[in-house]
């Protein structure tokens, strides 16, 4: 169950593949307030990460939550991929770049 305290304590966490890769920091969640659900979260790309070179000069993404794979100290979501994904990865196609 999530509850408010666990939100709260998700800004600022640093995301991560599950390959590895380090993303950036969670900077906002998107909510579906019709259904009481978690819709996406917000990255903002470290410079020098995977990420931003995978999306050029864009800030950030917003990655939907059933990317999300595990929640704790840090984020862990589907490794992603510029090219056609295994199974296990996403597409950049898959997340809107802001």
């Given at each position: 169950?999530?509850?408010?305290?666990?939100?709260?304590?998700?800004?600022?966490?640093?995301?991560?593949?599950?390959?590895?890769?380090?993303?950036?920091?969670?900077?906002?969640?998107?909510?579906?307030?019709?259904?009481?659900?978690?819709?996406?979260?917000?990255?903002?790309?470290?410079?020098?990460?995977?990420?931003?070179?995978?999306?050029?000069?864009?800030?950030?993404?917003?990655?939907?939550?059933p990317?999300?794979?595990?929640?704790?100290?840090?984020?862990?979501?589907?490794?992603?991929?510029?090219?056609?994904?295994?199974?296990?990865?996403?597409s950049?196609?898959?997340?809107?770049?802001?």
């Amino acid at each position: 169950m999530v509850t408010i305290k666990n939100i709260a304590e998700m800004f600022d966490k640093d995301v991560f593949t599950n390959k590895g890769y380090y993303l950036g920091k969670v900077k906002d969640l998107e909510f579906d307030l019709s259904r009481y659900r978690l819709r996406s979260v917000v990255v903002e790309t470290s410079r020098d990460s995977e990420l931003a070179k995978l999306i050029g000069g864009k800030r950030g993404v917003i990655i939907p939550y059933p990317v999300v794979q595990a929640v704790g100290d840090i984020v862990i979501i589907k490794h992603i991929v510029a090219s056609k994904p295994e199974e296990g990865e996403i597409s950049t196609e898959e997340v809107e770049k802001v």
